[in-house]
């Protein structure tokens, strides 16, 4: 269970500066809208999960609300900032990229932000590859496209020798726009940074499209690309109900966390089966997918399946291979499920007519849309503010539209998914034809 002490953040010292910001809080007080730097925000939202705690007020577990402070610990004159993307592309990158640069120069006066180009590998001097500086010019419309200006990688570096590099371009924050496998590399460099006695702050900017890191609120990035994957939903929808017997499975991303497919799904309630890498479902029986689907078409004429890549992995072989970051390689359950159906209907005498779906790195590539865009500008901002603030080994996240800083500990110890018993999927199984359980 996670307690109070859990979310405590780490900071370099007390503040020593008055903040540029510092008029833009003064007087104000925690309302409907507004946590204030003296007050926490909540961790549990129900008064059940409180009682269950059996603790009084000031042991129940909060975090620390994000935003400006009246006072900072960096003095703006001489801070220098630096920036780095990791891993895999993202809807917004560019828009967080802009919006940390232009908090940095316009409110705070600071002017020397650097850019490191393909990830960590870009703070590994032998790969040579030469920082870039951020300035409002650089980065004033390169929110208008996709991917990143730094570029990125995967794998993980040296952090004795990021260190290293960090000191000698006198870097005084880092901020890390990565995922899972980014920010266990962003808590090394900062045991390391700690081992020296550094005044170097490292602060994350969660991306991950999967929506799969827990304490957050939702990804940025994630509603832009389950939005491009409903429109492929669409489109098996539309070829299914168009030809007879027609089934359209689209196949999306979503490793470990199914939220794009019920995302996507939920989005045009064209989808009549959803399966995701939590809930276990089986391809033959009365309750499986091939009877379930016969039924359906039977009744209908046509139906979409919508399936994540992470799906039904115990109905394949284990690969035995990793990528650079050290995932496991998953099998392929979208042959596995198409090959099925395929045969299911040629054993029954019945025509098929059966499209295949795969909207992949597509829905990653594209610009954020404008709901996306201010979520990264704003998340962009806490970064920021927290850098400035002297907060290290920590993200900024928005729980319940309350911006927070959660320690990197805390998000890296599991992954989000959903929940077989959450209101999610209950919404899923309320929008589609499958069973309760499929199994």
Not at 152 to 173: F, K, W, Y
Not at 213 to 223: K, R, T
Not at 366 to 383: E, I, N
Request: hydrophobic share 40%; aromatic share 6%.
């Amino acid at each position: 269970m996670t307690t109070l002490a859990d979310l405590q953040v780490s900071s370099l010292g007390p503040s020593r500066y008055d903040s540029p910001l510092g008029s833009y809080v003064a007087g104000r007080k925690t309302n409907e809208y507004y946590v204030s730097e003296d007050d926490r925000v909540l961790y549990d939202d129900t008064i059940s999960l409180l009682e269950q705690r059996g603790e009084p007020v000031e042991r129940w577990p909060s975090f620390e609300p994000g935003g400006p402070r009246a006072r900072i610990f960096h003095d703006p004159a001489t801070t220098h900032v630096g920036v780095v993307t990791c891993g895999g592309l993202c809807p917004g990158l560019n828009d967080v990229i802009r919006a940390v640069t232009l908090e940095l120069y316009t409110h705070y006066g600071v002017t020397r932000v650097t850019g490191f180009r393909n990830g960590y590998a870009g703070l590994v001097p032998e790969l040579g590859f030469e920082p870039v500086t951020l300035t409002p010019g650089l980065v004033g419309s390169i929110n208008e496209r996709g991917g990143t200006i730094l570029g990125t990688s995967r794998g993980a570096q040296d952090p004795v020798v990021i260190v290293d590099r960090l000191v000698e371009l006198e870097i005084n924050a880092l901020i890390v726009i990565g995922g899972d496998g980014s920010m266990h590399g962003a808590h090394r460099i900062v045991e390391e940074i700690a081992a020296r006695g550094l005044e170097i702050g490292v602060v994350g900017v969660p991306k991950t499209i999967d929506n799969d890191i827990p304490h957050i609120g939702q990804s940025f990035g994630f509603a832009t690309a389950f939005a491009e994957a409903a429109k492929a939903i669409t489109a098996a929808h539309v070829e299914a109900e168009s030809a007879e017997n027609g089934v359209g499975l689209v196949k999306v991303m979503g490793r470990h966390a199914g939220f794009i497919a019920c995302y996507s799904a939920l989005a045009n309630h064209d989808a009549d089966f959803v399966l995701i890498p939590e809930v276990p479902f089986s391809i033959d029986g009365e309750n499986g997918l091939l009877r379930s689907l016969e039924r359906r078409v039977k009744e209908h004429g046509s139906a979409v399946i919508v399936l994540a890549e992470g799906a039904g992995q115990e109905h394949v072989d284990a690969t035995g291979k990793s990528d650079a970051s050290g995932n496991s390689r998953l099998g392929d359950i979208a042959t596995i499920v198409r090959e099925a159906i395929e045969a299911d209907f040629r054993d029954r005498g019945e025509p098929l007519t059966l499209k295949f779906l795969e909207p992949g790195y597509g829905i990653r590539a594209v610009p954020a849309d404008a709901s996306d865009s201010v979520y990264c500008a704003r998340l962009a901002q806490v970064a920021v503010h927290a850098a400035m603030a002297g907060r290290t080994d920590m993200v900024v996240g928005r729980r319940r539209h309350r911006f927070v800083h959660v320690p990197i500990p805390l998000v890296i110890e599991r992954r989000h998914s959903v929940s077989p018993d959450g209101d999610l999927w209950l919404s899923v199984l309320e929008s589609t034809a499958q069973p309760l359980d499929m199994r």
